[in-house]
């Protein structure tokens, strides 16, 4: 996924998605890349990293 780190583009709902997918194939990995420009996207990355710690494996942020 390549996006831009804020909440209106809704990366907790593709970490739930991803999550369930990765429940029946466990060899799959997600990589989301994109920058975070403003302050409050920064929160926003943080708190997406936190609900990742389940998928800490498995999902990656990558800076671009």
């Known amino acids: ?3 831009r780190m804020a909440p209106q583009k809704n990366i907790s709902l593709l970490l739930d998605a991803f999550k369930l997918f990765h429940d ?3 060899d799959y990995r ?3 890349y994109g920058n975070t420009v403003e302050p409050k996207e920064i929160d926003y990355k943080k708190k997406m990293i936190e609900k990742i ?3 800490e494996k498995n999902c990656y942020f990558c800076e671009w």
């Open 30 to 32: 997600l990589e989301i």
């Open 1 to 3: 996924n390549f996006c």
């Open 53 to 55: 710690n389940y998928l």
């Open 24 to 26: 029946d194939y466990p």
